[in-house]
């Protein structure tokens, strides 16, 4: 078997959370092992549709594309495939519909699936507001906000897997009666703090903002209105509280659903917990994802990213989004769904997510800063790429096993038939990169040298190896430098880095909210799920720049936005250690 050439860190974070264990907690199993189990459960699938396939082949193919870290699917796939759970899928999205039975069905079928290593997206926008009627018990109506509160300790006290905490999405609209109790609700630290939450807002809503006036709260009950307020002033609320601990953030709900590929089935009002994946209810979708590291090929001399210049191998990108699709279809196949109305919705619409990883170290391989038009127009070249391969293996697979069972197009032997309702989306990749030894999805680099909480109890100090070979490589890396990157390096004020190092090295912190914005828009023009990214700010970032961030999504069509003002909450996920930004 290929050896795979991992990192300290990935190989803490492999054994913690993904090897194989016996009962005593002991690792009996090698990340090669690992890849094996996993490709072989997956390949398996091709026999349900010829009998008489080449499985070995299969098998070996995705072995050697997640064993050289050329792709990885996402980690319930990696944990479960092989072994007894086989829940493969990442992303849910429930129903709550507006009764005590739907509520606390969703909430039975929450533990499920987050005990199976899946994470749960819900939209509370059904549920009467609070103090409303309630018909049955002639009492009131204690609001979205209450049950969310259920959700969250029921989340508490389940273990995803015996590998990871639970994670939801919780999502309102922005015209519900009881959207300022919502937009507020995180400023208490202690609420809510398995969830992640998102208001859903319209265009009308936007549209209002931008004229300055009133819009109408509608009572989801009886649809009838119950008031009005200014919609410049719940716009700015969310700024001011995004602005003050990273949430709500927001979700536009038109846009999701002008991409709604399945709207006879329904509406999409949720997604998944980092926001990169709307679903319909009961729907659930398997995510992978490239690590575009792996995907060049060096022009010079040496085999260095300082010395050679590198080009983008768009002959391997394309054979390995072909292996990656089908890999992903296969999936879909092969996973024991935690409830039968998942199975049912997922095998009708068959979404995949195939996305990419080492976004902001592959610009730095090919010398380009990743604030700059240079870097906008290598990122569409790679996802338009990226697109137009996976419609052509989908295309391929359609004819070989048929459309996707819920499409409003099916039609015998046609060249426009998919396999899949959906096939791009851009997931964050946090857990996935430290095994990659990449940086994180589409984000630019956090610091040169950062410490990440990847795990509930380990801290990870993650120093970015590109910089290390080019500091030994343009012969600047001395002991003061290794100190420096231990301590956290500031890049401003180290002598001796060379300017076009500091500007190729340029960090969140350094990137104008625009720069995030318009980064996440090229992505999200062909991806048919949505685009995970976070625009991180340092601790003295205004408010104003948390709203030109919102504006400025809306306005290039992206389906949402989260930012995160860094110092702003207790236990921060990546924790920068250059003073001169904590």
């Known amino acids: 078997m290929k050896k795979t050439e991992l990192t300290n860190n990935a190989l803490i974070v492999l054994n913690r959370r993904y090897l194989k264990k016996d009962k005593k907690g002991n690792v009996i199993e090698t990340p090669e092992e690992m890849f094996r189990r996993v490709a072989e459960n997956i390949a398996s699938a091709d026999r349900l549709y010829a009998p008489s396939s080449n499985i070995k082949k299969t098998t070996d193919d995705f072995y050697e594309m997640m064993a050289s870290l050329v792709f990885l699917p996402n980690s319930p796939a990696l944990m479960n495939a092989g072994r007894e759970l086989q829940q493969l899928a990442a992303c849910f999205v429930l ?58 300790m029921a989340t508490e006290v389940i273990k995803q897997g015996g590998a990871r905490r639970g994670a939801n999405m919780g999502v309102l609209r922005v015209d519900h009666p009881d959207i300022i109790e919502f937009i507020d609700a995180k400023t208490i630290s202690h609420e809510l703090t398995n969830f992640n939450l998102s208001v859903g807002i319209t265009d009308d809503f936007m549209n209002c903002v931008e004229i300055d006036s009133e819009y109408d709260l509608i009572n989801p009950r009886n649809g009838e209105k119950t008031g009005k307020l200014k919609a410049k002033d719940v716009f700015e609320r969310i700024v001011q509280s995004a602005w003050k601990n990273g949430e709500p953030g927001v979700l536009f709900l038109d846009c999701i659903n002008r991409d709604n590929p399945t709207p006879h089935l329904g509406e999409m009002e949720s997604t998944n917990p980092c926001g990169e994946q709307p679903l319909l209810p009961y729907e659930a979708c398997n995510l992978g994802s490239i690590n575009l590291i792996k995907m060049v090929k060096s022009v010079g001399s040496r085999q260095s990213a300082a010395s050679s210049q590198y080009e983008i191998d768009w002959n391997k990108l394309k054979n390995t989004v072909y292996k990656a699709v089908h890999f992903l279809d296969n ?101 996935l990169s430290i095994i990659a030894g990449c940086s994180s999805g589409i984000e630019p680099l956090y610091a ?64 104008s909210p625009e720069w995030h914005v318009k980064m996440q828009a090229v992505f999200q023009k062909y991806a048919d799920n949505a685009v995970s990214k976070t625009i991180n700010f340092p601790p003295d970032a205004e408010i104003s720049d948390v709203r030109n961030a919102f504006l400025l999504a809306h306005k290039l069509g992206c389906k949402g936005l989260t930012i995160y003002r860094s110092g702003t909450r207790e236990n921060q996920v990546l924790i920068c250690r250059d003073i001169h930004y904590c």
Do not use: C, W
């Not at 619409?349 to 195939?354: D, F, P, S």
């Open 95 to 152: 129903p709550v519909e507006d009764s005590l039975k739907s509520i606390f069905e969703a909430v039975k079928n929450t533990a499920i699936i987050h005990q199976t290593g899946g994470g749960t997206g819900f939209s509370f926008s059904h549920l009467r507001p609070k103090n409303d009627i309630v018909s049955t018990t002639s009492g009131i109506a204690s609001g979205p906000l209450s049950f969310m509160r259920v959700f969250n």
């Open 331 to 431: 999936v879909i196949d092969v996973t024991a769904y935690p409830l039968p109305q998942i199975e049912k919705m997922s095998k009708g619409n068959r979404k995949i997510g195939l996305g990419v990883m080492g976004f902001a170290d592959l610009l730095i391989m090919l010398s380009i800063s990743y604030n700059s038009e240079e870097a906008l127009k290598i990122a569409e070249e790679i996802i338009k790429f990226i697109r137009e391969r996976a419609e052509e293996k989908s295309n391929e697979l359609a004819k070989e096993r048929g459309a996707y069972p819920n499409s409003e197009f099916q039609i015998p032997n046609s060249e426009f038939q998919r396999r899949n309702a959906t096939l791009i989306t851009i997931a964050p990749t946090g857990t």
């Open 448 to 511: 040169i040298s950062y410490i990440r909480r990847a795990l509930e109890d380990v801290k990870l100090l993650q120093i970015n190896p590109l910089f290390i070979e080019i500091a030994k490589t343009r012969g600047f890396y001395n002991k003061e430098l290794i100190k420096e990157l231990q301590n956290g390096l500031n890049l401003t004020s180290t002598k001796g880095i060379p300017d076009d190092v500091r500007r190729l090295f340029v960090t969140s912190f350094d990137i």
